[in-house]
Each structure stands twice: as C-alpha cells, then as structure tokens.
C-alpha cells in the first residue's frame, strides 16, 4: 500500500516510516500539511496518516480537505493529546481511526494493515462496477443487433424482392462486425454452385467469376456442413485456401457463415478484414448464425 504520513516532529516521521517500510509499504513522509494535500491531489494512495497538532494546518484540517479531494481516501489521525472531544470531531469529519502516542505498534500497525486493504477493496469495487457498466453498455448494444436480426428475418416473408432482403442481411453484418468486406453467395440447386449476388468491399471482377461447388474448399465446407468456418479452422480441418479463396481472402481473417432456407442451405455469408486485424468474435459468430431466410 501506498501511504502518506504526515507529522511535525522528525523522530517519529523517521521511526514510523521505517516501521511500515520493514512492513512492505511505500511511505511518502513531509512534516507540513499543505504539502501533503498536494500530493493527495497528485497521486494515488491507500490511506493518510496525520498528527493532529501541527504548525499551520492542523491535522483535522488536512482530514477535512483530503475529504474534499478524495473522499475515499481513509485518513488516520494520530495524537499525543488525546481527549474525547478531539476523538469525536475527527470520526464526525470522517477519520478512519484515531490513534494516540506513544503507540502499541502492533496495533497500529493492525489499524494501518486495515485502511489500506479498505482503500484496495473500494478501489476494485469501483472498477469492477464500472466494468459492468462497460459490459451493460455492450450487452444493449449486442441485443440490440439480435431485435435488428430478428426483424430482417421476421419480414422476409413479406418481401418479394430477394434484393432488398439480401441487402439488409449485408447491411446488419457490416454494422455488427465493422468488417471491409462482405458478401452473400446464395446455392444456385442445379449445379450446386454458390454464387455472389450482394456484396461490399470485395474485388467486383473476383466476384463475378466466382463459383464456389458445395463441399470444395473452405467455403464449399462451410456451406455442407452448415456451421460457422473462419481461418483457425484451416488447420483443424487440415486444410488449405484454393486459388480462388486465397484471392478473396489473401492473409487476412475471415468468416464464412451459411445462411438456411428451412432444413436446406440457401446461401453463405462470407466476411474478411475485420476492424485492426483482429479475428472474428464468438459473440458475432452467434449473433450472425441468427439470420436465417
């Protein structure tokens, strides 16, 4: 723990600060009140520890600024006058715990050991609560993608023009993943062929000469077995990308996703070039398996 002791008299400023050094904390020690607040203002701490009776601020002076600055901040007040009056004002303007000389210093060094895991606990409390906020943040945002899906797929049937249809889906998959490319290969039933028909950011030219046969290659598998395939699967199926697929896809990541018609493959949802060269996620895989015509 990080600790700022404050205290007018060199001696004990010297014997407590090797007392808690020899106990593993960083101790920041001055003999003047002001600087101390400084340095609250500048840094990061677990607690502060102040003697009451000081030229200039007073230590219940410091406790009530330091409150100011950073209210999270445990303060203890140390005294060689002790009276119950005192003791009472400083646990009022929120001293953590009041402690008076000459000191039981197993029990101050108790006292101290139990600030600084309170100033730890609240800090990790804090953080994780504004991790989930960050996670409530992207779980809208992810359930809103799924309603988008929902709704594409849910007025399909009433669309007439496959364009449209085919549009949306290319449209909803650029916004869930941020990827340059995308496309839709539909299964053209008498040769068994997939076959681009909406498309962004992909070669125009390669994609009109595309013809991808069912189960040849990595997206001919994608579209046989109906389930997800993207680059780590190469490996695992023992694969490697043909001519055509390695111009599609060169180094890059990618994704290929089928697309079902009822019990039968109605197309592929292929997607390369994600945001920063990063790979697909598992959560946009599953958002994306959604889709369905």
Do not use: W
């Not at 400023?13 to 020690?29: H, K, P, R, W, Y």
């Not at 209210?71 to 006058?81: D, K, N």
């Not at 023009?161 to 889906?169: C, F, K, R």
């Not at 962004?200 to 109906?226: C, M, S």
């Amino acid at each position: 723990g990080n600790i700022i002791l404050v205290d007018d008299d060199r001696g004990i400023l010297e014997s407590i600060s090797d007392f808690l050094g020899l106990e593993d904390f960083q101790v920041t020690a001055m003999n003047d009140g002001e600087k101390a607040l400084e340095v609250v203002k500048g840094g990061d701490y677990d607690l502060l520890i102040t003697d009451i009776k000081m030229p200039g601020l007073s230590g219940l002076d410091v406790l009530r600024k330091t409150r100011d600055i950073d209210p999270e901040l445990p303060v203890i007040i140390v005294t060689g006058f002790a009276s119950l009056e005192t003791a009472i004002e400083a646990v009022r303007d929120g001293a953590y715990d009041y402690v008076t000389k000459p000191f039981d210093m197993d029990k101050f060094l108790h006292v101290v050991s139990r600030a600084v895991k309170q100033k730890k606990l609240s800090r990790q409390n804090k953080e994780l609560l504004n991790n989930l906020v960050d996670l409530d943040k992207q779980l809208e945002s992810r359930l809103n993608q799924i309603f988008a899906i929902g709704e594409v797929s849910k007025v399909v049937t009433n669309i007439s023009d496959l364009e449209i249809v085919l549009q949306a889906i290319v449209n909803i998959s650029s916004e869930i993943t941020g990827a340059k490319n995308i496309a839709l290969l539909l299964l053209n039933e008498p040769t068994q062929e997939l076959v681009a028909e909406m498309f962004k950011g992909f070669d125009k030219e390669l994609l009109k000469r595309l013809r991808v046969k069912v189960k040849d290659g990595i997206l001919g598998l994608a579209a046989d077995r109906r389930r997800p395939f993207k680059r780590s699967d190469l490996q695992k199926e023992n694969l490697v990308l043909g001519k055509n697929e390695f111009d599609l896809f060169g180094d890059s990541e990618f994704l290929c996703i089928p697309i079902n018609y009822r019990d039968s493959v109605f197309g592929l949802l292929v997607i390369s070039e994600f945001p920063g060269n990063r790979t697909s996620r598992d959560d946009e895989v599953r958002i994306l398996s959604l889709i369905h015509i």
